[in-house]
């Protein structure tokens, strides 16, 4: 059983970790960002809803945004875990998700945070704009979604380290280092660290820098 979240700014590499660590863990890797593009691709009704909102760099409203992930999550393949990318990312959200869970009877295991520092997370986005043509990189786009998950998304961090769940990963270390430096940080919850003991990096929510996570 495997339930975790990725978070960071846009351009931090979720997508690529969430990706990774799906392979590595056997558990499906879920984007909202991805299942939105897709609707839109599809002309769906909620694509069309969605496209603009996408488009301008803003959050897609809770409501709409609650419902894929419940019809998601509600998937057979999701029912032995998950990795959810880019979800949540309001406060709505996280009492959203919190009660899903608690519907299932089950809870989250973990929540990396990919960090990474503003000018690298620009150079990133530009280059990823240059790469994929995504509608929501240009310039003022990148900026105003920087904005927003500063303003918005960042706060959740909080909680979910008051929760005691929070992986801190530095993200700007090499694709590969990143992944070792969550499965190491994962293996070492789960295996050698009691819930009771608060002492372990992981478990306070520290910075955890890969290069030392040999
Ligand atoms: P992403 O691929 O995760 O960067 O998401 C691309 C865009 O999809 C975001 O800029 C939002 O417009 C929308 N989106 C994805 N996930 C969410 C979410 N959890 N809440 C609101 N909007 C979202």
Not at 59 to 88: C, H, M, W
Not at 118 to 145: E, N, V
Not at 185 to 196: D, E, G, K, N
């Amino acid at each position: 059983m495997t339930r975790l979240l990725i978070m960071g700014a846009p351009g931090a590499g979720k997508g690529t970790q969430a990706a990774r660590l799906a392979i590595e863990l056997s558990v499906p890797a879920i984007s909202t960002g991805d299942m939105f593009r897709d609707q839109v691709k599809l002309e769906t009704t909620l694509g069309r809803q969605v496209q603009d909102i996408i488009a301008a760099g803003d959050y897609v409203p809770d409501a709409l945004t609650n419902k894929i992930v419940d019809e998601r999550l509600t998937q057979d393949d999701a029912s032995t875990g998950f990795i959810l990318d880019g979800y949540p990312r309001t406060a709505d959200q996280v009492t959203h998700l919190d009660l899903l869970l608690e519907m299932q009877g089950t809870n989250l295991d973990a929540v990396i945070h990919l960090e990474i520092d503003m000018k690298q997370l620009l150079s990133r986005l530009f280059k990823r704009a240059d790469a994929q043509g995504r509608a929501d990189d240009s310039p003022q786009t990148i900026q105003h979604r920087l904005e927003t998950y500063d303003l918005t998304t960042g706060p959740l961090l909080e909680e979910y380290k008051s929760r005691g769940r929070l992986i801190t990963v530095d993200g700007l270390a090499s694709m590969e280092e990143v992944t070792k430096a969550i499965l190491h940080a994962l293996h070492h919850r789960a295996y050698f660290v009691p819930t009771f003991a608060l002492g372990s990096a992981a478990r306070r929510g520290d910075t955890i820098t890969p290069l030392k996570m040999v």
